[in-house]
């Protein structure tokens, strides 16, 4: 989901413009030849519109505007029309649509729609679209039935009575490996070792407590390398070498608030599970904390001490059990067969007019790194679709990519306001990590594409999203992410 701040992300490289929203325009009249033009495109423009397949009549043409005020007209057989049912106002180029892509930070709550008032219903064929959702190659192949409610919550029942019969202990491995990190050792040492491993997060190891007290992320880093970053022009090796694990997660507690009426840093809440916690609950905590992975603790002693680091349960995981359950039972989960359009999964690009939707935030390969991270931190989200200049996917930046920087100690010669998120990603080409090579990582999907195949596919090692675009163009459409899986999953 790509709901973003904005304002924060503006004020980062001093590029108003690198923040992209994509947005559906759909004109659904009919015509022989169907363009689109706006303020947007400086009037300048005509962009052209292609027919939906099975729907004649209605055009669409995906576009990424900047947040603002925009108007647009529809030019339709040589003439130039407006949609009676969109909001219009008559301007310099006669009656225009507008719509308004609001720069308020409160627009972006998951829970706040713009302050754009919505058409009557539109022509019979614009229904005609919604119903038709299998495409397979560009050809209407089929009509689906929509699932019905009682399908809905059939399905959702039976995958809750499955995880909750099933425990973390069934996601061990017979064999493998962990690596956790003492909290006193250098931040940078710690960059040093997550690169080197090949992993997005370890848990620490705090030894005089004897027991383990967190975790250590890529968006860890994120925040350090940002909070350096203000306070001096080039991040040095030294600057990282002065900040022990500990000392940062005391110094991130400051920053957030997290301190007691005397001043001190409050405890740090530790997020882990036990092997016999069932899956259900381990799901449930995942999402609630807004985490994908959780360690997974055993002590055999009562009182906690002596605990052993078993494994790490991520949604990846428990999602790849649930797909090997359900493998061969398929139509005891009706919803499965359901392509993701009809099922509201994921974020997807609004259409005009359209409320309740976050807009999608995407940046260019010529944007900044500070750019970037700053949506990522802003937005709250783990990736951002990068595209080009015909708005096609070609390339995801995510926040595990920041351990690249720690390659031949890049982070101590780099401006973050200077180096793009092309070079980043050059840079980090042949750092990836085994759990997530560079192909498992941008991975697409259609939009008639079934809620089994994303499943399926979602539940690969290293595959923490897939985008969805349009076919032919890779205009993306939407991004479904695990945690939107089972956010939809369990209702």
Known sequence: MFATNMDSARDVGGAPSTVLIPMRFVWPYGGRSVFLSGSFARWSELIPMTPVEGCPTVFQAIYSVTPGYHQYKFFVDGEWRHDEHQPYVSGEYGLVNTVLLATDPNFFHPNVTPEITSGSNMEEDTEAFRRLVRITDGNLTDVVPRITEGDLQGSRHRISVFLSAHTTYELLPESGKVVALDVDLPVKQAFHILHEQGIPLAPLWDFSKGQFVGVLTALDFILI???????????????????????????????????????????????????????????????????????????????????????????????????????????????????????????????????????????????????????????????????????????????????????????????????????????????????????????????????????????????????????????????????????????
């Open 225 to 491: 390398l940002r909070e350096l970053g203000n306070h001096g022009s080039n991040l040095t090796e030294e600057e990282l070498e002065t900040h022990t694990i500990a000392a940062w997660k005391e110094g991130k507690a400051y920053l957030n608030g997290q301190i007691d009426g005397h001043g001190r840093a409050l405890p740090r809440r530790f997020i882990h599970a036990g092997p016999y916690d069932n899956l259900k609950d381990v799901v449930l905590k995942l999402l609630q904390n807004e985490v994908a992975t959780v360690p997974i603790i055993h002590s055999s002693s009562e009182d906690g001490t002596f605990p052993q680091l078993l494994h790490l349960a991520s949604l990846s995981g428990i999602l790849k059990c649930i797909c090997r359950y359900f493998r061969h039972s398929s139509s005891s989960l009706p919803i499965l067969q359901a392509p993701i359009c009809e099922l509201h999964v994921g974020t997807w690009v609004p259409e005009i007019g359209e409320s309740n939707c976050r807009p999608l935030a995407m940046l260019r390969p010529s944007a900044s790194l500070s750019a970037a991270l700053n949506l990522l931190v802003q937005a709250q989200v783990s990736s951002i679709p990068i595209v080009d200049d015909n708005d096609s996917l070609v390339d995801i930046y995510c926040r595990s990519d920041i351990t690249a920087l720690a390659k031949d100690r890049a982070y101590a010669h780099i401006n973050l306001n200077e180096m793009t998120i092309h070079q980043a990603l050059q840079l980090g080409q042949d750092s990836y990590s085994p759990f997530e090579p560079r192909s498992q990582r941008c991975q697409m999907c259609l939009r008639s594409d079934s809620l089994h195949k994303v499943m399926e596919r979602l539940a690969n090692p290293g595959v923490r999203r897939l985008v969805i675009v349009e076919a032919g163009s890779k205009r993306i459409e939407g991004i479904v992410s695990l945690s939107d899986i089972f956010k939809f999953l369990l209702g």
